[in-house]
Each structure stands twice: as structure tokens, then as C-alpha cells.
């Protein structure tokens, strides 16, 4: 795995030259670490993504040969793949060239405008959310039934509880596992649709970020976003204008969005204690999502 201290402005500018010269001498400004990439804004509109975990070239190649296709129906700006560069004796794994989506991630930005966000969010899932092709990426992790992560819930649920009012997240999460599976066929998936994943401008969503993810599978994994994104009392006009979701999708949703805010909260935390993987600025996110899907329990 390579080491992201060891990537700095004259590697990217290195690479650049080798395989993209055309591109070269465009400006690079500062470099933003993900959770499996390293971001250098390349330009005014483009981006370079080198990866930084094991698991990050899979993602990026699953990126390029799906995402330009779904980009051009999706109302809402995403980091469209436009080129993708080889393993090389400098940097030994693939890498990407992107379109650079303009915000500031909403973990650490407010909005401001949530009836505005609503609609911008659900108009994008709807154009998302269209069925799958057979032979679309599947994800042990998204889209598939909670039922999945029960163990896994309660472990979470134990490791934060001391620090987050739980009232009425068991009654919750079990009305989640009893509703319904979804009757249709799989359908096109974010799959990690979390406050560091979206960008926000002008008080509103302006795009959406990381699609490493992407899956076919139970749209209520994306749905959770009613809850993790938006401000408190916007999920319902969301899923007005989303127009797709029945009761039982809801109830997943609404265990999905528990199942992610304990999650969120948990990362935050280990920021907090200054541990590897940890972002405080999730747990702040997590914890404002868990308020809002209690209370709109």
C-alpha cells in the first residue's frame, strides 16, 4: 500500500508530466485527504484522486467504468472520470482524473436553505435510482437487508451510548428489521450518501462526492439521507418530492439513517481521542442526524 505522507506536489506534477502532459502545467492547489484517496484540485475543474488504502484502486476503476455513463442524467454535479492512468515504477497503483465538483463538504458547512435542499436531493435520487443492469457492481455493505449489521448495531449502539441519547432508537431500529423488503428489482445506489460526501454552496446541496460505493441494491440505504443530510423537519418534504417511496422503504430508510448516525458518531469519536481513521467532524454530523431521526420517530 502506498503511503500518503509520501505523496506531495512534485509526485502529482511528476505524474502528471509522464502521463497526462497536456495537463501538466495547470495549477495544483492543496491536497485533501479521503477516506481511501488522496484529492489534489488540478485547475479550476479538475481533480486528481490517487489512492491511499489497499481497497481504493478497486473503487477508482469501478468509478471510471460506470459513473460517466449515470453522470449526464444526474442533476446535481458529481466527479465525472475522464481518464485513468496507469501503475508506473513512481506510483505503483492506477489513478483517476476527475471533473472537481465546487462546495465545501457539508461536515464542515451548514444549510441554510433545506426546502431548496430537499427537492435537490430527492430529484437527484430519483434520477439515480433507476434499475440496475445485470451486471452491476453488487456491495456486501449497501443495499442489502439490515438485518445484516444486527450484531453489529448493537456493538455500535453499546460504544456510543454514553455519550448520545438513545431514547427510542431500539423501537426504531426493530420496526426497521419487521418492515418489508423491497419488491422491485435492484436499483442504481450511491451507497455512502454521509454529511463528508456531499459539497454545499450557497446554502444548499451543489453536488455529490465519492462514488467508491456505488452498487446495485434496496434504495432505502440512500434513502437514510433524509435524515443524515438534511436539517431537522425537511424528511418529509423529501419524500414528497421523491414521490417513490412506500411506507415499508421508509422504515428501512429510517433504520438505515440509525444504523449510519451510530456509525458517524463512533468515527467522531475516535477523532476526538486523536486515533487513526478518526474525523471529530463526523461525530458532530452523526450526532445532529441521530437527534433528527428521533425525533421524527
Known amino acids: 500500500m502506498s503511503d500518503v505522507a509520501e505523496i506531495d506536489e512534485a509526485m502529482v506534477r511528476c505524474l502528471l ?65 475522464l481518464r485513468i492512468s496507469a501503475p508506473s515504477a513512481r506510483f505503483p497503483k492506477p489513478w483517476t482524473i476527475a471533473t472537481w465538483v465546487h462546495g465545501e463538504p457539508l461536515d ?17 435520487l430519483r434520477a439515480l435510482h433507476v434499475d440496475a443492469p445485470a451486471d452491476a457492481p453488487a456491495n456486501p455493505l449497501r443495499g442489502v437487508p439490515l438485518s445484516t449489521f444486527a450484531h453489529e448495531f448493537t456493538q455500535g449502539f453499546k460504544s456510543v451510548a454514553s455519550t448520545v441519547d438513545f431514547t427510542g432508537a431500539p423501537d426504531i431500529w426493530e420496526d426497521a428489521l419487521s418492515a418489508p423488503g423491497p419488491a422491485g428489482p435492484p436499483l442504481w445506489l450511491h451507497g455512502d450518501l454521509h454529511p463528508a460526501n456531499v459539497v454545499v454552496s450557497d446554502g444548499t446541496l451543489s453536488g455529490v462526492i465519492d462514488f467508491g460505493e456505488l452498487c446495485a441494491g434496496d434504495p432505502a440505504t440512500d434513502l437514510s439521507a433524509a435524515w443524515l443530510l438534511l436539517p431537522a423537519g425537511a424528511a418529509a418534504r423529501f419524500f414528497d418530492t421523491y414521490a417513490r417511496a412506500d411506507e415499508a422503504t421508509i422504515r428501512r ?23 487513526p481513521g478518526g474525523k471529530p467532524t463526523w461525530g458532530v454530523a452523526g450526532r445532529a442526524a441521530l437527534a433528527r431521526v428521533l425525533a421524527d420517530s
Do not use: M
Open 17 to 81: 508530466h509522464e502521463q497526462h502532459p497536456d495537463l501538466a502545467d495547470l495549477v495544483l492547489h492543496g491536497t485533501v485527504t479521503g477516506w481511501d484517496n488522496q484529492l489534489w484540485r488540478l485547475g479550476d475543474d479538475l481533480a486528481v484522486r490517487l489512492p491511499c488504502t489497499e481497497r481504493a484502486p478497486d473503487l477508482l476503476r469501478k468509478e471510471h467504468h460506470w459513473l460517466p455513463a449515470l453522470a449526464p442524467r444526474l442533476p446535481l454535479p458529481v466527479p465525472t472520470p
Open 108 to 124: 464542515r458547512a451548514t444549510i441554510s436553505r433545506a426546502d431548496h435542499a430537499a427537492d435537490a436531493l430527492a430529484e437527484f
Open 253 to 275: 430508510a429510517r433504520g438505515w439513517a440509525l444504523y449510519r448516525a451510530v456509525g458517524l458518531v463512533h468515527i467522531g469519536q475516535a477523532g476526538e481521542q486523536g486515533l
